[in-house]
């Protein structure tokens, strides 16, 4: 029987559940380096049981904790395959991540800057890994979603990180601008149809599409609507949240924006509000069901000011419309007094039939639904606020 | 032989329990130690000091012998009673609000 491993970081660890495909009990493993923030782990596609993680902490900087066997054991990569991982004294060998953004190679000085609370100028200082997108194909292939934005991308299982300048430094950069959590690039999408194809997202400055496996980029941002920034319709500038693609579609992405619920039918080139009657449309997360391209999920939130679901009522949203018709759903999920906020990295779905749908909030509590979002149960309730929620679906 | 206490967080990091002894030829300076420390411990390279510029990450802080050394240069011998492992290097992480 199939079964199925969430991947839930936390402020204060990492946290496996795993239960076989029924998806009705679920065991707890962790935490997993306890006390530092976990801000994404995601499993490779091509392998597994590679699991990368990014734990990172205001104190202690940035680690890249990698698991070569589902999450039992981890190491810090640096240690060449088939070599100990540990030395002669049992200690560990691998070592923390370097993440170093290029400069210029005409002038050696800090490739771009962007602009800073203040308006003004400022240069890009590396602070977090927020998002780990691992190569489809190649276990060892690992992108990585950095604050402040840029996108790193390691060959080697994550010991030596190399910059993706091309988005940071194709001319838009001095615009981008922090949103309240930071400036972050927050969400990497791989085309299964086409290697060369990579999407990703930063708040505050949008939507970027490379069509050469990351060398050049441009903004897809066309559609999007910000009043709260000076032009609304800018080329940069929009603080976008989490965009969503179905893997048979990838042409087709679904955008939580800041405020706004969108659509792309053409690959990001243009994009139109799909909000439709959803109560707010204002949210973080967004994802697809796995078998129904046409089926979308979101959380909404009440207001930017106000992190917490309306009316204290959890509710997630599926439209089978892709778009423009939602409905609410409510069964196994509280329906009074609930001020809890889901992050952008915080829903994942399955790939069973029925589709399994995960989510983590604020207050600790992870949620899944095995029937596509018709029922929902807590698989655990107290953990520490929930970063971010993977999901695996093993043989 | 200079002992060095770390923060719970970078202990488990490094899988240490306890103080840290380390054996430093030549001036015993903050550098040094972190030098050393580092060479013993590659998997704490970045989480004291930063990777690029070597400054101290600004929660923590160096105390030794009662007093506050974060400030002082990083080549600036460090106390006698530290050089004789009398006393420990403290690396603390700061006390700092939120969550």
Sequence with gaps: MSKVRVLVGTKKGAFVLTSDGKRERWEVSGPHFAGWEIYHMKGSPADPKRLYVSQTSGWFGQVIQRSDDGGKTWIQPGTPPGEPTTGPGGMPKGESNKFVYDTSAETGRPLTTHQFYDGKQHPWEFKRVWHIEPSLTDADTVYAGVEDAALFRSTDGGQNWQELSGLRGHGTGPRWQPGAGGMCLHTILLDPSNPQRIYVAISAAGAFRSDDGGKSWRPINKGLHSQYIPEPTAEVGHCVHRIAMHRSRPNVLFMQKHWDVMRSDNAGDSWTEVSGNLPTDFGFVIDVHAHEPETVYVVPIKSDGEHFPPEGKLRVYRSRTGGNEWEALTKGLPQKDCYVNVLRDAMAVDSLDKCGIYFGTTGGQVYGSADAGDNWAPLVRDLPAVLSVEVQTLP | ?99
Excluded: K, N, W
Excluded at chain 2, 29 to 54: F, W
Excluded at chain 2, 73 to 82: E, N, Q, S, T
């Design chain 2, 1 to 99: 032989m200079i002992r060095v206490v770390l923060p719970p967080h970078l202990r488990g990091l490094a899988r240490i329990a306890g103080e840290v002894e380390l054996e430093i030829e030549g001036p015993v300076t903050q550098r040094s130690v972190l030098d050393a420390l580092e060479g013993r411990y590659p998997m704490l390279r970045g989480t004291i000091r930063d990777h690029i510029t070597q400054q101290r990450r600004p929660f923590l802080r160096f105390f030794a012998c009662g007093e506050d050394l974060s400030h002082e240069l990083p080549d600036a011998p460090l106390p006698d009673a530290i050089v004789s492992g009398a006393e420990p290097l403290l690396i603390l992480g700061a006390i700092a609000g939120g969550d």
